[in-house]
């Protein structure tokens, strides 16, 4: 699978990881009862895993074809209950577990009937059963079936087909077994030489990823978008194959794995999860059951690192992304002075913010990384919102942690927000209480990143550079510029406060801050006892005054954030203005109510893209 965005999928390297790691398992056999079988390479290892979405991992030798052999079974079985219905096709098969190998002789007492679909027996009746006139229109049926299941056109090997029929007496005997108990029906050998073409038809582990997923997706294969079998069948099909699936070896299985599946002789090995994902296996070498040695150990560990074991807890009620959105979109309240907004604005696109919501478990986080990197393109800092996820299994944690740490490596910087501040990724470059702290974080690096002589974030700004004041005109800033008082403010210092008594040289309505250097924080009270919660923030060329924030119903207070500087204009230096040049307070006027509608509009436009996220997604 190619790394879209050029960034690495964490699933993709744990697949490859693992592929490499399993391939080196040396236990097992490959089967010689089928002498075609027997010249199969034993060091051929194939694994894919398509989700629910349509996507499919791929490693190893995972296009390389082999026949399907019992590994049909399933998805014969759910073409004969689509085809005929679930009582009609109980009748004649039973769906109780044998605890026996994959050709017992065994049928149910009483009624003649082979007691699962997953044993050859059973599976002798089931393609019978599929819609047919003949025995050749039946077998069309299935090789057609099979084809959807997989999404792509199968065909038939020849030289297997041959070599299952020379060596297939013991499944023709179990036919005459079935039709002398009455529960197959018509021409033996025509209703065995279906079984043994469907048993040579030629997959790939990508195939078998595939058709598992289609029966986890309810019937719709998630690659074509096209419907197979209704989702009543699929899951009467999945619940025999965590019955029956692996034969004498299915309890532990499912204990270990806990997914539904289904082995084949040739060396595949289908397995399943629920609306989640499907996994396709190969690799010849079997155990003494008839069950590939590698597809167990890699689906052993799968299970166990992706938490996909099928008695675990529901992960995800709700879509995992909440929002995606652009820094040109989406901004922090910081108030930034015009170079930086206008940076912002220009280069805002590098910064991508990622809401996460509901639980996180193998899928949802292998959705966001996806969704992620297809908007990769230009992103420089990752913003990862996690405070609407309620819950995130460890393998989310892995899977998000090795993403941030593969951007890391090409230049992507990735901060969280998250309750109390403290982000699980330990390959986060930063970790904040709240999504407005990060978005304030990655705008502070990004106009960092540009700085210039006019540009820096650590250098003071003049009279003449401040928003509220750059338009004046020269002979005005000369007049005003002598009445602005300089005042220096330790970090924590309260400007002003309703909820306080004002201190000795606390603003007053009227008084005007223009921020030099440092930077100021508006915080509100919440929370029982009351604690300060930041809501905006402003930086150097910003101004603030108490009627700009708000009034007195709203329980603000303004405090410098880090050691500040500030040029003050005092209530008292507006009334000598206005007796000496009334028209430069008329400008100041006009200019504050430029600035607060600038504000409004950038208030709109934020809202305005995330009603559009909203909107997009379907809420």
């Known amino acids: ?39 199969a390479d034993p060091a051929l290892f194939g694994l894919a895993l398509a989700t629910q979405d349509g996507h499919v991992y791929t490693a190893g030798d995972a296009d390389t074809g082999f026949t399907i052999q019992s590994v049909s079974k399933p998805f014969v079985y759910a073409l004969a209950l689509h085809d005929r219905g679930l009582n009609a096709v109980l009748r004649r098969v039973g769906v109780e577990p044998t605890g026996e190998g994959f050709d017992a002789l065994r049928l149910e007492a009483g009624t003649g009937r082979p007691l699962n679909p997953m044993v050859n027996a059973g599976a002798v009746v089931t393609a019978s ?10 077998f069309q049926r299935i090789i057609d079936g099979l084809s959807a299941f997989a999404g792509r056109e199968l065909r038939l090997d020849h030289e ?3 070599s299952e029929e020379r060596t297939g007496d013991h499944n023709r005997a179990l036919g005459y077994l079935l039709r002398n108990a009455g529960a197959l029906r018509g021409d033996v050998n025509e209703a065995v030489g279906v079984y043994f073409r469907q048993c040579s038809i030629v997959v790939t582990a990508r195939d078998l990823a595939v058709m598992a997923v289609t029966l986890a997706a309810g019937g719709v294969n998630p690659v074509t978008g096209r419907r197979v079998v209704g989702a009543d069948t699929c899951e009467h099909v999945l619940a025999v194959m965590a019955t029956s699936g692996t034969y004498d070896f299915a309890g532990e299985w499912l204990l270990r794995t806990g997914l539904p599946a289904k082995s084949g002789v040739s060396g595949g090995l289908v397995a399943a999860l629920p609306s989640q994902l499907g996994i396709g296996v190969y690799s010849p070498p079997l155990d003494r059951r008839g069950t590939s040695v590698r597809a167990i150990a890699a689906c052993q560990e799968l299970s166990a690192r992706f938490g996909l074991h099928l008695m675990r807890p529901a992960q995800r009620t709700t879509p995992v992304l909440h929002r995606l959105l652009r820094g040109d979109a989406v901004s922090s309240h910081r108030t930034r002075r015009h170079l930086e907004r206008e940076a912002l604005r ?14 996180l478990g193998f899928t949802g986080a292998d959705t966001a990384i996806r969704a992620i990197t297809d908007e990769l393109d230009g992103v420089r800092w990752l913003v990862l919102d996690l405070h609407r996820v309620n819950r995130m299994e460890p393998v989310a944690v892995n899977l998000l942690d090795g993403f941030a740490a593969r951007l890391r490596g090409r230049g992507v910087a990735t901060v969280v927000a998250a309750d109390a501040g403290s982000g699980p990724l330990a390959a986060a470059e930063a970790s904040f209480a709240s999504l407005d702290e990060a978005l304030e974080h990655c705008e502070d690096a990004l106009v960092a990143a540009g700085r210039s002589a006019r540009l820096d974030p650590d250098a003071a700004v003049p009279p003449e ?7 004046l005109p020269a002979e005005m800033l000369d007049a005003l510029t002598p009445l602005l008082e300089e005042r220096r403010l330790a970090r924590g210092q309260v400007l002003f406060d309703p909820g306080a008594a004002p201190d000795e040289g606390a603003a007053s309505d009227e008084t005007l801050y223009f921020v030099v250097s440092g930077g100021l924080v508006a915080q509100v009270m919440a929370g029982d006892p009351p604690e300060p919660v930041r809501i905006a ?14 009034d007195d119903r709203i329980a603000y207070r303004v405090v410098a954030d880090e ?18 040049h009334p028209q430069i307070v008329e400008a100041l006027h006009w200019a504050m109510a430029r600035h607060l509608a600038a504000r409004l509009r950038q208030a709109d436009a934020r809202n305005q893209a995330m009603i559009g996220s909203d909107a997009r997604r379907g809420d």
Do not use: N, W
């Open 160 to 162: 297997v087909l041959a």
């Open 346 to 359: 220009r280069d805002g696109r590098a910064i991508l913010a990622c809401e996460l919501q509901g639980d």
């Open 1 to 39: 699978m190619s790394d879209a965005g050029g960034v690495p999928s964490p699933v993709q390297e744990m697949l490859d990881e693992l592929h490499t790691r399993v391939r080196d398992v040396d236990a097992g056999e490959v089967a010689t009862y089928i002498p075609a079988l027997g010249k």
């Open 129 to 138: 059963l599929v819609d047919g006139d003949d025995h050749g229109q039946r």
């Open 537 to 550: 923030s402003m930086g150097p060329g910003t101004a603030v005054t108490k009627l700009v924030l708000g």
């Open 563 to 580: 050691p500040t500087v500030a040029r003050v204009l005092t209530a008292a230096a507006v009334k000598r203005l206005e007796d000496t």
């Open 465 to 471: 550079e401040q928003d509220i004041l750059r338009d």
